[in-house]
């Protein structure tokens, strides 16, 4: 009886660790991370949140995106209409990422910081933890950045979040390599280039066991440009972990 047990129990074991693929080969299960990204046209540019994604491709733990994205949109809009709640308390998420329009947090830290808070208390409601895609300053006003960096890094400090400093890469990067384009036409936006460093660095501050973002095809970045972006993103991460 008691070896039969044991049989059993082994069994049962084996089961839970290993997938069946149809071709009748047996795989590990791999573990998984759902991520909502809550944000504007800096979030749905180039399906940023599909490339983070991709990049978990090759990790021991796949990253299953979704989005809630509309241009312009700040968190306070985002409130107001109700989908980003909702979405929130659908299902069982293990990070929200929270993107405040490009301009808000230095012309309105007040409010950005109001509706960051009233997010975070229904991402903590639901279990989740909440990342602050810290943004760039647009190309004309690179000043702004250090205004940016401020308002994320003190509500972050407040509400227990991570930071995952975009815009600090984005300049870095701006800096070391004025040839890579990072800005599109309008000066505001982001190339493929510059969207594959959005996606590098938001998937090493989600995958803090990761040191370096793998390189995505699909993206539209070269791999000449990607390993730019991937070293600048990996010095940045490793400094602040």
Not at 1 to 15: D, H, P
Not at 30 to 50: D, K
Not at 127 to 139: E, F, M, V
Request: neutral net charge; proline residues 4%.
């Amino acid at each position: 009886m008691y070896l039969r047990s044991v049989v059993i129990l082994f069994a049962v074991t084996l089961f839970a660790s290993l997938a069946v693929a149809e071709n009748g080969q047996s795989r590990v299960t791999r573990a998984n991370a759902n991520v909502l990204f809550i944000g504007s046209s800096y979030t749905y540019y180039f399906e940023m949140p599909a490339i983070v994604a991709a990049m978990s491709q090759a990790s021991p733990r796949e990253l299953r995106t979704r989005m809630i994205a509309v241009g312009g949109a700040t968190l306070e809009d985002h409130w107001e209409t109700g989908a980003a709640q909702q979405a929130i308390h659908e299902r069982k998420w293990e990070y929200v990422v929270l993107q405040e329009q490009s301009t808000r947090p230095f012309e309105d830290r007040h409010r950005m910081h109001d509706y960051v808070r009233r997010f975070d208390r229904e991402i903590k409601r639901n279990g989740a933890k909440t990342i602050l895609y810290a943004t760039w300053a647009r190309r004309e006003n690179p000043e702004r950045q250090a205004d940016l960096n401020a308002a994320y890094e003190l509500i972050a400090a407040e509400i227990g979040a991570v930071v995952a400093p975009v815009g600090i890469v984005w300049q870095s990067v701006a800096k070391r390599t004025p040839k890579l384009a990072l800005y599109d036409e309008d000066g505001s936006h982001p190339t493929r280039p510059a969207t594959y460093l959005i996606a590098c660095v938001l998937y090493l501050a989600i995958q803090t066991v990761e040191k370096q973002c793998p390189v995505v095809p699909s993206s539209g970045a070269s791999v000449e440009e990607s390993n730019i972006v991937r070293a600048a993103a990996a010095a940045m991460i490793a400094n602040s972990r």
